[in-house]
């Protein structure tokens, strides 16, 4: 089955600054990768997705890459503010086989950004 | 813009009991899901639905565990017999198509089970 890392449990930073986190998957490459956003108490906010041959994408402050190679993605989040502080779970589907999605996710990265 | 919505926010029940955790996807909306997750842990995956019909379930979701789309517009998850393990915060979530799609989650029913 897929396992899935993302680099640390934490994560603080200072506002302004850009923060990166990591992504790094066992087993098969998934057909695509997506990026949500936790808040305490709250579900999961969908981010960015990503598809196994896109390299790049961006959203306003956010940036992710995909490395089908390196089994890995990096999200950054660039002029970072305290209002980006929550938990980034990294999340994949299996190749586009079965009726519906079944997203495998990462245990989060929390970050904190400080003034 | 459109939301899954949940409810209750809060469900307490002793072990053994039934409860019934709703769901109401984006109207649009064909596939449908059952998400949990345990204090401190990570998000599972426990059944998706399509086509009024289960289309996969993990280990977790044993017998215990059913779901039903009633009327077209609510989507329920059943725990007929609570154990102290099944405390979690349960998501419901809904995409349009199969594929690279975004799921949108529901912020959730935290069941505890006393």
């Known amino acids: 089955s897929q396992k899935i890392e993302q680099n640390s449990e934490a994560l603080n930073i200072q506002e302004g600054k850009t923060a990166t986190l990591t992504c790094n998957y066992t087993?098969?490459?998934?057909?695509?990768l997506q990026w949500y956003r936790q808040d305490p108490g709250r579900g999961p906010v969908f981010l960015l997705l990503?598809?196994?041959?896109?390299k790049e994408k961006r959203k306003e402050r956010l940036k992710v890459t995909f490395d089908t190679t390196l089994k890995q993605s990096l999200f950054h989040i660039t002029a970072s503010q305290p209002a980006d502080s929550a938990t980034y779970l990294c999340?994949?589907?299996?190749?586009?086989?079965?009726?519906?999605?079944?997203?495998?996710f990462g245990t989060g990265t929390r970050l904190q950004v400080t003034l | 813009e459109p939301e899954v919505t949940q409810t209750p926010s809060h469900q307490v029940t002793q072990m053994g009991q039934e409860v019934i955790l709703r769901c109401v996807p984006i109207?649009?909306?064909?596939?449908f899901y059952w998400y949990r997750q345990i204090l401190g842990q990570k998000v599972e995956f426990l059944v998706s639905?399509?086509?009024?019909?289960?289309?996969?379930k993990s280990e977790i979701f044993d017998d215990q565990f059913s779901v039903e789309r009633p009327d077209g517009s609510n989507f329920t998850l059943k725990i007929r017999s609570t154990k102290l393990e099944d405390s979690a915060m349960y998501f419901c979530?809904?995409?349009?198509?199969?594929?690279?799609?975004?799921?949108?989650f529901g912020n959730g029913t935290r069941l505890t089970v006393t």
């Open positions: 979530a809904s995409t349009a198509v199969r594929g690279d799609s975004p799921l949108h």
């Open positions: 109207s649009n909306h064909l596939y």
């Open positions: 999340a994949l589907d299996r190749p586009l086989t079965g009726t519906a999605s079944k997203l495998t």
């Open positions: 087993n098969y490459s998934p057909a695509y």
């Open positions: 639905f399509y086509n009024n019909e289960i289309s996969e």
């Open positions: 990503i598809r196994e041959n896109e």
